[in-house]
């Protein structure tokens, strides 16, 4: 329990009253986004924002403890250990046999080897998950994300007290973005990418390297690297068993983001489990399972599509990305965005507006691919 999932670490508004969760655990409120081209263009993103509004930065060691706890005050047994195998049921009602290496601090480093029987399993393993590779459910495409937290001077701090950033550029990574997220006294600084993963290292120092002058001074306090999973795994169910959070595969194209989905997958489970047992009247089975599934790709297909489309379009090319850096700048484009990432929800557009935005991301496109074929010349 004291290895805190690596994770840039922001979280929705919405998140923060769905899950009821205390304001002295958010690090940060970002009111203020700097989206900087692979020219070094900045936009900022930032001036539709309410005042009520904001982009939560939490550390994982910090969620992590505050949501195990609550998990522990409600009734749930928590135990220190590491998930090994499960044997499957022969028989319709069977237990699931799980086996984990518990760690008591008495039985040395290898754990003391524990099964216990269960009705239903829930994989929230992350990325890596060994439920999922138990139910064969199946690969997918990832991302790698390397992060170095760094601790910089006090005054250049202040630069951050509510503003993160985003790099965008061949430089920082081929396929994703590089970014700088403030935290309590420290920033985040990362990247990632899905195509050129043997070069993650060389995206990390370009990342560094842009953002040199707002860091200048700083230690390096951890060094972080995970994998994102790029789009849900084929079988997210079977017969008892459901995956949800970064086991599913339920992490966003374009920005990576993962928390709130991981959160609301595993409330998603465990509302269909309580309904479908009748609150633990009948044992419940695999419809019961897929009856979450439905809910979760209905809610959230059009947010998933809608992200995967936009990365494909803009983040294939330098020229595209210095194009999707002027789309930002336009104030429907930000107020969309915002209202989409912070309630989770596919914005409502206005169709005078919404033709507009088409016709000025053609153009941006258009003078993006003349600026390529120029660059190709030279």
């Known amino acids: 329990m004291d290895n805190a999932k690596p994770c840039g670490g922001a979280i929705p508004l919405c998140m923060v009253g769905e899950f009821d969760l205390p304001l002295d655990i958010i690090d940060r409120r970002v009111t203020k986004m700097k989206m900087i081209s692979?020219?070094?263009i900045a936009v900022?993103?930032?001036r539709t924002l309410k005042p009520h509004e904001y982009i939560g930065m939490v550390r994982r060691e910090v969620l992590d403890i505050y949501l195990r706890d609550r998990a522990a005050a409600a009734g749930a047994s928590v135990v220190n250990g590491l998930f090994i195998k499960m044997d499957k049921p022969v028989e319709k009602d069977a237990p699931y046999v799980l086996y984990y290496n518990a760690y008591s601090g008495k039985s040395g480093s290898t754990g003391e080897r524990v099964r216990i029987e269960v009705d239903a399993v829930i994989g929230a393993d992350g990325a890596n998950s060994r439920v999922a590779k138990a139910i064969d459910a199946g690969e997918y495409e990832y991302a790698i994300a390397f992060q170095e937290r760094i601790k910089i001077p006090d005054e250049k701090m202040k630069y951050y007290e509510n503003l993160a950033e985003m790099y965008v550029g061949?430089?920082?990574s081929p396929d994703f973005y590089g970014w700088v997220f403030p935290k309590c006294d420290h920033v985040a600084v990362g990247t990632g990418?899905?195509?050129h993963k043997p070069d993650i290292k060389k995206f990390q120092l370009a990342t560094r390297l842009r953002a040199r002058d707002?860091?200048?001074?700083?230690?390096?306090?951890r060094v972080e690297a995970h994998p994102i999973p790029e789009h849900p795994r084929p079988r997210r169910v079977s017969e008892r068993v459901a995956l949800v959070g970064d086991a599913a595969g339920y992490v966003t194209k374009c920005s990576g983001e993962g928390i709130y989905f991981a959160a609301k997958s595993g409330r998603m489970c465990a509302e269909a489990i309580v309904e479908g047992s009748g609150n633990g009247r009948r044992m419940i089975d695999e419809g019961d399972l897929?009856?979450?599934?439905?809910?979760?790709?209905?809610t959230y297909w059009p947010t998933y599509k809608v992200l995967d489309v936009l990365q494909k379009v803009f983040y294939r090319s330098n020229p595209a990305r210095e194009a999707f850096v002027e789309m930002c700048s336009d104030e429907y484009v930000q107020k969309m965005t915002f209202d989409s990432y912070l309630y989770k929800k596919v914005a409502p557009g206005n169709p005078f507006e919404g033709l507009k935005l088409a016709v000025n991301t053609i153009g941006s496109l258009v003078r993006a691919n003349a600026l390529r074929n120029e660059m190709a010349k030279l």
């Open 38 to 40: 692979p020219s070094n």
């Open 44 to 46: 900022d993103i930032g």
């Open 170 to 172: 061949d430089d920082v």
């Open 193 to 195: 990418t899905v195509t």
């Open 214 to 221: 707002k860091i200048e001074g700083g230690k390096v306090i």
């Open 290 to 298: 897929r009856n979450y599934i439905k809910k979760w790709d209905s």
